[in-house]
Protein backbone atom coordinates (compact mmCIF):
# COMPACT_ATOMS: atom_id res chain seq x y z
CA UNK A 1 0.00 0.00 0.00
CA UNK A 2 1.22 3.54 -0.94
CA UNK A 3 2.35 5.57 2.22
CA UNK A 4 0.52 8.90 2.65
CA UNK A 5 2.79 11.74 2.05
CA UNK A 6 3.57 13.59 5.26
CA UNK A 7 2.34 16.99 6.67
CA UNK A 8 5.68 18.35 5.34
CA UNK A 9 5.49 16.97 1.68
CA UNK A 10 1.94 17.97 1.60
CA UNK A 11 2.30 21.76 2.86
CA UNK A 12 5.30 21.61 -0.41
CA UNK A 13 3.04 20.20 -2.70
CA UNK A 14 0.36 22.47 -2.46
CA UNK A 15 2.73 25.50 -2.02
CA UNK A 16 3.90 24.28 -5.92
CA UNK A 17 0.32 23.70 -7.23
CA UNK A 18 -0.40 27.00 -6.02
CA UNK A 19 2.64 29.03 -7.52
CA UNK A 20 2.35 26.88 -10.73
CA UNK A 21 1.25 28.46 -13.85
CA UNK A 22 -2.49 27.73 -15.16
CA UNK A 23 -2.66 25.43 -18.62
CA UNK A 24 -3.54 29.00 -20.36
CA UNK A 25 -0.11 30.80 -19.16
CA UNK A 26 -1.38 32.77 -15.81
CA UNK A 27 0.45 33.17 -12.92
CA UNK A 28 -1.85 32.22 -9.51
CA UNK A 29 -1.44 34.89 -7.64
CA UNK A 30 -3.77 37.86 -8.94
CA UNK A 31 -3.04 41.32 -8.65
CA UNK A 32 -5.92 43.75 -6.93
CA UNK A 33 -6.12 45.80 -9.80
CA UNK A 34 -7.69 42.34 -11.82
CA UNK A 35 -9.60 41.34 -8.66
CA UNK A 36 -11.19 45.20 -8.40
CA UNK A 37 -11.83 45.15 -12.25
CA UNK A 38 -13.13 41.63 -12.48
CA UNK A 39 -15.18 41.88 -9.45
CA UNK A 40 -16.77 45.40 -10.03
CA UNK A 41 -18.53 43.17 -13.43
CA UNK A 42 -20.87 42.61 -10.82
CA UNK A 43 -22.20 45.61 -10.26
CA UNK A 44 -24.23 45.17 -13.63
CA UNK A 45 -26.44 41.92 -12.20
CA UNK A 46 -26.42 43.58 -8.65
CA UNK A 47 -28.08 46.69 -10.25
CA UNK A 48 -30.43 44.71 -12.14
CA UNK A 49 -31.29 42.00 -10.39
CA UNK A 50 -31.87 44.30 -7.43
CA UNK A 51 -34.67 46.54 -9.03
CA UNK A 52 -35.98 43.88 -10.57
CA UNK A 53 -36.18 41.52 -7.31
CA UNK A 54 -37.61 44.24 -5.18
CA UNK A 55 -38.77 46.84 -6.88
CA UNK A 56 -40.26 45.12 -9.99
CA UNK A 57 -43.52 43.46 -8.27
CA UNK A 58 -44.26 46.28 -6.77
CA UNK A 59 -43.99 49.15 -9.12
CA UNK A 60 -46.32 47.47 -12.08
CA UNK A 61 -48.91 46.21 -9.01
CA UNK A 62 -48.77 48.80 -6.84
CA UNK A 63 -47.89 51.78 -8.70
CA UNK A 64 -48.96 50.95 -12.24
CA UNK A 65 -51.65 49.03 -10.99
CA UNK A 66 -51.31 45.49 -13.43
CA UNK A 67 -52.70 42.74 -11.02
CA UNK A 68 -49.65 41.06 -8.82
CA UNK A 69 -50.46 37.84 -10.66
CA UNK A 70 -49.78 38.85 -14.40
CA UNK A 71 -46.52 40.29 -13.29
CA UNK A 72 -45.40 37.17 -11.68
CA UNK A 73 -46.61 35.48 -14.81
CA UNK A 74 -44.50 37.64 -17.13
CA UNK A 75 -41.51 36.94 -14.81
CA UNK A 76 -42.22 33.18 -14.97
CA UNK A 77 -42.56 33.14 -18.89
CA UNK A 78 -39.38 35.59 -18.85
CA UNK A 79 -37.87 32.71 -16.85
CA UNK A 80 -38.34 29.97 -19.63
CA UNK A 81 -36.43 31.82 -21.86
CA UNK A 82 -33.74 30.97 -19.45
CA UNK A 83 -33.77 27.84 -19.69
CA UNK A 84 -32.87 28.08 -23.72
CA UNK A 85 -30.43 31.00 -23.19
CA UNK A 86 -27.99 30.07 -20.43
CA UNK A 87 -26.63 26.51 -21.27
CA UNK A 88 -26.29 27.78 -25.01
CA UNK A 89 -24.29 30.95 -24.22
CA UNK A 90 -22.16 28.68 -21.71
CA UNK A 91 -21.31 26.12 -24.37
CA UNK A 92 -21.03 28.55 -26.71
CA UNK A 93 -18.19 30.57 -25.21
CA UNK A 94 -16.46 27.60 -23.80
CA UNK A 95 -16.01 26.89 -27.86
CA UNK A 96 -15.50 30.08 -29.16
CA UNK A 97 -12.96 31.44 -30.95
CA UNK A 98 -11.76 34.73 -31.81
CA UNK A 99 -8.84 37.21 -31.11
CA UNK A 100 -10.33 38.34 -27.82
CA UNK A 101 -10.51 35.13 -27.29
CA UNK A 102 -13.46 33.01 -25.01
CA UNK A 103 -15.25 35.14 -23.26
CA UNK A 104 -14.56 38.93 -23.66
CA UNK A 105 -16.38 39.33 -27.28
CA UNK A 106 -19.71 38.38 -25.66
CA UNK A 107 -19.17 41.08 -22.84
CA UNK A 108 -18.65 43.81 -24.91
CA UNK A 109 -22.15 42.74 -27.24
CA UNK A 110 -23.70 42.40 -24.29
CA UNK A 111 -23.70 46.47 -22.64
CA UNK A 112 -25.87 48.34 -24.78
CA UNK A 113 -29.00 46.09 -25.39
CA UNK A 114 -29.02 45.48 -21.78
CA UNK A 115 -28.27 49.26 -20.58
CA UNK A 116 -31.49 49.98 -23.34
CA UNK A 117 -34.32 47.49 -22.38
CA UNK A 118 -33.15 48.42 -18.25
CA UNK A 119 -34.16 51.87 -19.10
CA UNK A 120 -37.76 51.03 -20.66
CA UNK A 121 -38.85 48.63 -18.52
CA UNK A 122 -39.11 51.07 -15.87
CA UNK A 123 -40.76 53.74 -18.40
CA UNK A 124 -43.63 51.76 -19.53
CA UNK A 125 -46.05 53.93 -22.52
CA UNK A 126 -49.09 55.45 -20.52
CA UNK A 127 -52.34 54.61 -21.65
CA UNK A 128 -52.13 50.83 -22.58
CA UNK A 129 -54.56 47.91 -21.14
CA UNK A 130 -53.53 45.82 -18.50
CA UNK A 131 -52.88 42.96 -21.06
CA UNK A 132 -50.72 45.39 -23.16
CA UNK A 133 -48.80 46.06 -20.39
CA UNK A 134 -48.21 42.50 -19.55
CA UNK A 135 -46.38 41.70 -22.87
CA UNK A 136 -44.65 44.97 -22.72
CA UNK A 137 -43.06 43.05 -19.53
CA UNK A 138 -42.72 39.88 -21.06
CA UNK A 139 -41.14 41.21 -23.89
CA UNK A 140 -38.69 43.16 -22.19
CA UNK A 141 -37.72 41.12 -19.28
CA UNK A 142 -36.69 38.20 -21.81
CA UNK A 143 -34.34 40.83 -23.82
CA UNK A 144 -32.75 42.04 -20.51
CA UNK A 145 -32.39 38.21 -19.21
CA UNK A 146 -30.86 37.33 -22.29
CA UNK A 147 -28.33 39.66 -23.01
CA UNK A 148 -27.37 39.58 -18.65
CA UNK A 149 -26.81 36.21 -19.35
CA UNK A 150 -24.28 37.17 -22.52
CA UNK A 151 -22.37 39.12 -19.74
CA UNK A 152 -22.67 37.45 -16.78
CA UNK A 153 -21.94 34.15 -17.99
CA UNK A 154 -18.67 34.41 -19.81
CA UNK A 155 -17.41 36.67 -16.66
CA UNK A 156 -18.36 34.49 -14.10
CA UNK A 157 -17.00 31.57 -16.03
CA UNK A 158 -12.89 33.68 -15.79
CA UNK A 159 -13.07 32.88 -11.90
CA UNK A 160 -11.44 28.92 -12.46
CA UNK A 161 -9.39 30.40 -15.58
CA UNK A 162 -8.37 33.54 -13.63
CA UNK A 163 -6.92 31.13 -10.32
CA UNK A 164 -6.47 27.58 -9.75
CA UNK A 165 -6.16 28.02 -6.27
CA UNK A 166 -8.86 26.41 -3.81
CA UNK A 167 -8.40 29.50 -1.75
CA UNK A 168 -7.95 32.05 -3.96
CA UNK A 169 -10.80 31.69 -5.42
CA UNK A 170 -12.55 32.30 -2.65
CA UNK A 171 -10.95 35.48 -2.42
CA UNK A 172 -11.22 36.21 -6.15
CA UNK A 173 -15.27 35.67 -5.61
CA UNK A 174 -15.60 37.32 -2.51
CA UNK A 175 -14.62 40.84 -4.60
CA UNK A 176 -17.54 39.68 -6.82
CA UNK A 177 -20.56 39.23 -4.55
CA UNK A 178 -19.18 42.76 -2.19
CA UNK A 179 -19.48 44.72 -5.78
CA UNK A 180 -22.39 42.66 -6.89
CA UNK A 181 -24.38 43.20 -3.57
CA UNK A 182 -23.01 47.12 -3.02
CA UNK A 183 -23.41 48.11 -6.66
CA UNK A 184 -27.52 46.62 -6.67
CA UNK A 185 -27.64 48.08 -3.07
CA UNK A 186 -26.42 51.68 -3.53
CA UNK A 187 -29.36 51.90 -6.36
CA UNK A 188 -31.49 50.97 -3.60
CA UNK A 189 -30.04 53.48 -1.32
CA UNK A 190 -30.02 56.39 -3.87
CA UNK A 191 -34.13 55.05 -4.46
CA UNK A 192 -34.70 55.32 -0.82
CA UNK A 193 -32.75 58.46 0.25
CA UNK A 194 -32.85 60.81 -2.80
CA UNK A 195 -35.03 59.51 -5.60
CA UNK A 196 -38.71 58.87 -3.85
CA UNK A 197 -38.28 62.06 -1.48
CA UNK A 198 -37.70 64.21 -3.94
CA UNK A 199 -40.94 62.66 -6.09
CA UNK A 200 -43.49 62.95 -2.94
CA UNK A 201 -46.04 65.33 -3.38
CA UNK A 202 -49.14 66.46 -2.15
CA UNK A 203 -50.97 63.90 -3.93
CA UNK A 204 -48.53 60.85 -3.41
CA UNK A 205 -46.95 61.70 -0.20
CA UNK A 206 -44.77 58.85 -0.38
CA UNK A 207 -42.48 58.96 -3.30
CA UNK A 208 -42.41 55.19 -3.62
CA UNK A 209 -45.54 55.15 -5.37
CA UNK A 210 -45.02 57.95 -7.77
CA UNK A 211 -43.97 55.89 -11.06
CA UNK A 212 -42.08 59.24 -11.60
CA UNK A 213 -39.67 58.33 -9.33
CA UNK A 214 -38.88 55.00 -11.60
CA UNK A 215 -38.54 56.44 -14.33
CA UNK A 216 -35.21 58.64 -13.50
CA UNK A 217 -33.94 55.12 -11.52
CA UNK A 218 -34.27 53.52 -14.94
CA UNK A 219 -32.17 56.02 -16.32
CA UNK A 220 -29.22 56.49 -13.81
CA UNK A 221 -29.58 52.53 -12.93
CA UNK A 222 -29.19 51.86 -17.01
CA UNK A 223 -26.68 53.90 -17.65
CA UNK A 224 -24.35 52.28 -14.06
CA UNK A 225 -25.03 48.62 -15.86
CA UNK A 226 -23.09 49.95 -19.24
CA UNK A 227 -20.05 51.28 -17.14
CA UNK A 228 -19.98 48.19 -14.93
CA UNK A 229 -19.67 46.04 -17.88
CA UNK A 230 -17.20 48.04 -19.36
CA UNK A 231 -14.87 48.39 -16.61
CA UNK A 232 -14.79 44.64 -15.99
CA UNK A 233 -14.59 43.96 -19.70
CA UNK A 234 -11.48 46.48 -20.21
CA UNK A 235 -9.92 45.98 -16.91
CA UNK A 236 -9.70 42.12 -17.34
CA UNK A 237 -8.69 42.49 -21.13
CA UNK A 238 -5.35 42.23 -20.79
CA UNK A 239 -5.40 38.70 -19.18
CA UNK A 240 -6.87 37.17 -22.49
CA UNK A 241 -3.39 35.75 -23.79
CA UNK A 242 -3.25 34.09 -20.57
CA UNK A 243 -6.83 32.58 -20.48
CA UNK A 244 -7.99 28.89 -21.72
CA UNK A 245 -7.85 28.33 -25.44
CA UNK A 246 -11.09 26.83 -26.42
CA UNK A 247 -11.09 23.34 -27.66
CA UNK A 248 -9.74 21.69 -30.91
CA UNK A 249 -11.70 22.16 -33.75
CA UNK A 250 -14.19 19.31 -34.26
CA UNK A 251 -17.52 18.49 -36.03
CA UNK A 252 -20.63 19.84 -33.30
CA UNK A 253 -23.84 18.19 -34.22
CA UNK A 254 -26.76 18.56 -31.99
CA UNK A 255 -26.50 15.00 -30.86
CA UNK A 256 -22.62 15.69 -29.38
CA UNK A 257 -23.68 19.13 -28.09
CA UNK A 258 -26.21 17.59 -26.14
CA UNK A 259 -24.14 14.46 -25.00
CA UNK A 260 -20.62 16.59 -23.69
CA UNK A 261 -23.03 19.00 -21.68
CA UNK A 262 -24.77 15.19 -19.89
CA UNK A 263 -21.26 14.31 -19.71
CA UNK A 264 -19.74 17.53 -18.05
CA UNK A 265 -22.75 17.97 -15.68
CA UNK A 266 -23.38 15.18 -14.28
CA UNK A 267 -21.62 14.41 -11.54
CA UNK A 268 -23.22 13.83 -7.51
CA UNK A 269 -21.48 17.22 -6.51
CA UNK A 270 -22.57 19.34 -9.23
CA UNK A 271 -26.32 17.63 -8.62
CA UNK A 272 -26.47 18.69 -5.45
CA UNK A 273 -25.19 22.31 -6.04
CA UNK A 274 -27.76 22.71 -8.82
CA UNK A 275 -31.05 21.76 -6.57
CA UNK A 276 -29.45 23.51 -3.38
CA UNK A 277 -28.95 26.45 -5.27
CA UNK A 278 -32.49 26.73 -7.06
CA UNK A 279 -33.91 25.73 -3.53
CA UNK A 280 -31.93 29.35 -1.96
CA UNK A 281 -32.36 31.05 -4.99
CA UNK A 282 -36.48 30.48 -5.02
CA UNK A 283 -36.15 31.40 -1.00
CA UNK A 284 -33.52 34.73 -1.68
CA UNK A 285 -36.43 35.70 -4.68
CA UNK A 286 -39.42 35.32 -2.47
CA UNK A 287 -37.59 37.15 0.69
CA UNK A 288 -36.85 39.84 -2.08
CA UNK A 289 -40.15 40.29 -3.88
CA UNK A 290 -41.66 40.49 -0.26
CA UNK A 291 -39.11 42.18 1.52
CA UNK A 292 -40.23 45.87 0.82
CA UNK A 293 -43.93 44.75 1.55
CA UNK A 294 -42.91 43.29 4.95
CA UNK A 295 -40.93 47.19 5.76
CA UNK A 296 -43.92 49.24 3.96
CA UNK A 297 -46.92 47.34 5.89
CA UNK A 298 -45.69 44.50 8.53
CA UNK A 299 -43.16 46.92 10.20
CA UNK A 300 -44.29 50.24 9.20
CA UNK A 301 -40.84 51.89 8.30
CA UNK A 302 -40.89 54.70 6.74
CA UNK A 303 -39.04 55.29 3.26
CA UNK A 304 -35.97 57.48 5.47
CA UNK A 305 -35.59 53.83 8.01
CA UNK A 306 -35.83 51.76 4.69
CA UNK A 307 -33.02 53.32 3.41
CA UNK A 308 -30.97 53.30 6.53
CA UNK A 309 -31.63 49.36 6.70
CA UNK A 310 -30.79 48.86 2.80
CA UNK A 311 -27.37 51.12 3.75
CA UNK A 312 -26.73 48.32 6.63
CA UNK A 313 -26.06 45.88 3.67
CA UNK A 314 -22.79 47.83 2.60
CA UNK A 315 -21.60 46.65 6.01
CA UNK A 316 -23.91 43.04 5.32
CA UNK A 317 -21.26 42.87 1.87
CA UNK A 318 -17.91 43.83 4.15
CA UNK A 319 -18.91 41.04 6.52
CA UNK A 320 -19.48 38.34 3.77
CA UNK A 321 -16.60 38.96 1.34
CA UNK A 322 -14.33 38.98 4.37
CA UNK A 323 -15.42 36.35 6.19
CA UNK A 324 -15.73 33.77 2.83
CA UNK A 325 -12.25 33.41 2.55
CA UNK A 326 -11.20 32.85 6.26
CA UNK A 327 -13.77 30.08 6.51
CA UNK A 328 -12.98 28.67 3.46
CA UNK A 329 -8.79 28.26 4.64
CA UNK A 330 -10.08 27.42 8.25
CA UNK A 331 -12.32 24.69 7.76
CA UNK A 332 -13.70 24.09 3.84
CA UNK A 333 -15.72 25.38 1.35
CA UNK A 334 -18.38 22.84 2.32
CA UNK A 335 -18.49 22.40 5.56
CA UNK A 336 -18.43 26.22 5.86
CA UNK A 337 -21.57 26.87 3.63
CA UNK A 338 -23.30 23.92 5.51
CA UNK A 339 -22.43 25.83 9.11
CA UNK A 340 -23.20 29.50 8.10
CA UNK A 341 -26.40 28.41 6.22
CA UNK A 342 -27.38 26.92 9.20
CA UNK A 343 -27.03 30.29 11.10
CA UNK A 344 -27.93 32.64 8.18
CA UNK A 345 -31.22 30.78 6.90
CA UNK A 346 -32.46 30.16 10.78
CA UNK A 347 -32.20 33.31 11.62
CA UNK A 348 -33.99 35.57 8.97
CA UNK A 349 -37.36 34.92 9.21
CA UNK A 350 -36.83 35.40 13.24
CA UNK A 351 -37.86 39.05 13.77
CA UNK A 352 -41.37 38.20 11.64
CA UNK A 353 -41.77 34.89 13.08
CA UNK A 354 -41.33 36.65 16.65
CA UNK A 355 -43.71 39.21 15.85
CA UNK A 356 -46.27 36.65 15.19
CA UNK A 357 -45.96 34.93 18.69
CA UNK A 358 -46.20 38.28 20.50
CA UNK A 359 -42.68 38.34 21.50
CA UNK A 360 -41.83 42.00 19.85
CA UNK A 361 -43.46 45.28 20.29
CA UNK A 362 -46.06 47.02 18.25
CA UNK A 363 -44.20 49.13 15.35
CA UNK A 364 -44.73 52.25 17.55
CA UNK A 365 -41.92 51.35 19.68
CA UNK A 366 -38.24 52.91 18.34
CA UNK A 367 -36.61 49.35 19.45
CA UNK A 368 -38.22 47.77 16.35
CA UNK A 369 -36.39 49.93 13.94
CA UNK A 370 -32.88 49.11 15.73
CA UNK A 371 -33.69 45.34 16.06
CA UNK A 372 -34.63 44.88 12.61
CA UNK A 373 -31.30 46.86 11.23
CA UNK A 374 -29.01 45.07 13.55
CA UNK A 375 -30.10 41.47 13.06
CA UNK A 376 -31.07 42.35 8.68
CA UNK A 377 -27.27 43.98 8.69
CA UNK A 378 -25.41 40.53 10.14
CA UNK A 379 -27.89 38.01 8.76
CA UNK A 380 -27.47 39.50 5.23
CA UNK A 381 -23.59 39.67 5.77
CA UNK A 382 -23.75 35.68 6.64
CA UNK A 383 -25.91 34.75 3.54
CA UNK A 384 -23.12 36.63 1.50
CA UNK A 385 -20.38 34.32 2.86
CA UNK A 386 -22.45 31.43 2.04
CA UNK A 387 -23.27 32.76 -1.53
CA UNK A 388 -19.51 33.11 -1.87
CA UNK A 389 -19.09 29.90 -0.59
CA UNK A 390 -21.42 28.11 -2.80
CA UNK A 391 -20.34 29.61 -6.09
CA UNK A 392 -16.39 28.51 -5.24
CA UNK A 393 -17.63 25.28 -4.61
CA UNK A 394 -18.71 25.74 -8.41
CA UNK A 395 -15.88 26.83 -9.55
CA UNK A 396 -13.81 23.80 -8.40
CA UNK A 397 -16.07 21.56 -10.27
CA UNK A 398 -14.55 22.68 -13.59
CA UNK A 399 -11.02 20.71 -12.80
CA UNK A 400 -12.70 17.32 -11.82
CA UNK A 401 -14.55 17.74 -15.00
CA UNK A 402 -11.77 18.34 -17.36
CA UNK A 403 -9.82 15.30 -15.40
CA UNK A 404 -13.12 13.29 -16.74
CA UNK A 405 -13.88 14.90 -19.71
CA UNK A 406 -10.54 16.29 -21.26
CA UNK A 407 -12.49 19.90 -21.75
CA UNK A 408 -12.36 22.96 -20.10
CA UNK A 409 -16.07 23.66 -19.26
CA UNK A 410 -16.11 27.29 -17.27
CA UNK A 411 -18.56 28.72 -19.11
CA UNK A 412 -21.35 25.60 -19.01
CA UNK A 413 -20.75 25.26 -15.27
CA UNK A 414 -21.40 29.00 -14.28
CA UNK A 415 -24.06 29.09 -17.06
CA UNK A 416 -25.99 26.69 -14.76
CA UNK A 417 -25.12 28.69 -11.80
CA UNK A 418 -27.05 31.79 -13.85
CA UNK A 419 -29.83 29.55 -14.37
CA UNK A 420 -29.94 28.26 -10.84
CA UNK A 421 -29.42 32.39 -10.09
CA UNK A 422 -32.18 33.66 -12.36
CA UNK A 423 -34.66 30.77 -12.27
CA UNK A 424 -34.62 30.34 -8.20
CA UNK A 425 -35.29 34.15 -7.70
CA UNK A 426 -37.54 34.60 -10.70
CA UNK A 427 -39.71 31.64 -9.22
CA UNK A 428 -39.25 33.04 -5.62
CA UNK A 429 -40.70 36.61 -6.66
CA UNK A 430 -43.48 34.45 -8.84
CA UNK A 431 -44.25 33.00 -5.49
CA UNK A 432 -44.49 36.20 -3.57
CA UNK A 433 -46.73 37.64 -6.61
CA UNK A 434 -49.17 34.59 -5.65
CA UNK A 435 -49.01 34.94 -1.45
CA UNK A 436 -49.55 38.65 -1.79
CA UNK A 437 -52.75 37.77 -3.43
CA UNK A 438 -53.59 34.98 -1.41
CA UNK A 439 -53.65 36.71 1.95
CA UNK A 440 -55.43 39.57 0.47
CA UNK A 441 -52.78 42.59 0.05
CA UNK A 442 -54.78 44.87 -2.45
CA UNK A 443 -53.19 46.84 -5.24
CA UNK A 444 -52.58 50.10 -4.43
CA UNK A 445 -53.02 49.29 -0.46
CA UNK A 446 -52.01 52.54 1.56
CA UNK A 447 -49.20 52.00 4.31
CA UNK A 448 -50.99 52.00 7.78
CA UNK A 449 -54.62 50.94 6.32
CA UNK A 450 -53.92 47.32 6.10
CA UNK A 451 -55.74 44.77 8.52
CA UNK A 452 -54.08 43.61 11.34
CA UNK A 453 -55.37 40.04 10.06
CA UNK A 454 -54.04 40.45 6.68
CA UNK A 455 -50.52 41.16 7.74
CA UNK A 456 -50.32 38.20 10.27
CA UNK A 457 -51.72 36.28 7.66
CA UNK A 458 -48.85 37.04 5.49
CA UNK A 459 -46.05 36.34 8.13
CA UNK A 460 -47.49 33.27 8.60
CA UNK A 461 -47.42 31.83 5.27
CA UNK A 462 -43.86 33.36 4.83
CA UNK A 463 -41.95 32.00 7.79
CA UNK A 464 -42.54 28.27 7.07
CA UNK A 465 -42.86 28.36 3.54
CA UNK A 466 -38.96 29.95 3.42
CA UNK A 467 -37.90 28.19 6.35
CA UNK A 468 -38.59 24.87 4.47
CA UNK A 469 -36.77 25.90 1.18
CA UNK A 470 -33.92 26.70 3.18
CA UNK A 471 -33.15 23.73 5.52
CA UNK A 472 -34.22 21.69 1.88
CA UNK A 473 -31.13 23.39 0.54
CA UNK A 474 -28.77 22.88 3.42
CA UNK A 475 -29.82 19.28 3.28
CA UNK A 476 -28.83 18.48 -0.67
CA UNK A 477 -25.32 20.55 0.01
CA UNK A 478 -24.10 17.42 2.26
CA UNK A 479 -24.06 15.50 -0.91
CA UNK A 480 -21.38 17.75 -2.44
CA UNK A 481 -17.67 15.79 -1.99
CA UNK A 482 -14.91 17.47 -3.71
CA UNK A 483 -12.49 19.11 -0.82
CA UNK A 484 -9.24 20.69 -0.63
CA UNK A 485 -7.46 17.45 -1.53
CA UNK A 486 -9.90 16.03 -3.88
CA UNK A 487 -9.34 19.62 -5.71
CA UNK A 488 -5.38 19.63 -5.61
CA UNK A 489 -5.32 15.81 -6.52
CA UNK A 490 -7.46 17.20 -9.79
CA UNK A 491 -4.93 19.31 -9.81
CA UNK A 492 -1.77 17.23 -10.01
CA UNK A 493 -3.65 14.93 -12.52
CA UNK A 494 -4.19 17.53 -14.83
CA UNK A 495 -0.81 18.66 -14.74
CA UNK A 496 0.73 15.23 -15.65
CA UNK A 497 -1.26 15.11 -18.15
CA UNK A 498 -0.07 18.43 -19.75
CA UNK A 499 3.72 17.08 -19.19
CA UNK A 500 2.82 13.44 -20.80
CA UNK A 501 4.73 13.33 -24.06
CA UNK A 502 1.59 12.79 -27.08
CA UNK A 503 0.72 10.04 -28.06
Known sequence: MKEPPASGQLAQERELLQSA?????????????????YGFGSVAYGVKDGGLKYFLLLFYAQVIGVDARLVSLAILIALISDAFSDPIVGYWSDNFRSRWGRRHPFMYIAAVPISVSYYFIWNPP?????NALFWYIVVLAIIIR??????????????????????ERSSLLGFRYYFGWTGGNAMTVINFAMIFPAFATLAIPNGQFNPEAYSLYGMIAAGVIF????????????????LQAPPPKRELTLGRIFREIFETLSSRSFLALFIAALLAFTASGLAAGLVFYFGTYFWGFSPEQLGMITLGVFLSAI????????????????????IIGLIAFLGAPMPIFLRLIGVLPGNE??????????ANTIDVGLIICYQILAASMIADLVEQAEVKTGR????????????????GEGLGIVVAGFVITG??????AVQGEVPEDTLWYLGAVYVPTILALWMAMIGFISFYSLDRSGHEDNLRELARRRGAPAD
Do not use: C
Open 21 to 37: PAAGGAPQKLSTATKLA
Open 126 to 130: TGWSE
Open 146 to 167: TFITFFETPNTALTPELTQDYD
Open 227 to 242: TAIMISAIGTHSRIPH
Open 319 to 338: IGSTLAPIVTRKIGKKRGAI
Open 365 to 374: SPFIFWFYLV
Open 408 to 423: RSEGLFFAASTFMRKW
Open 439 to 444: VGLATG
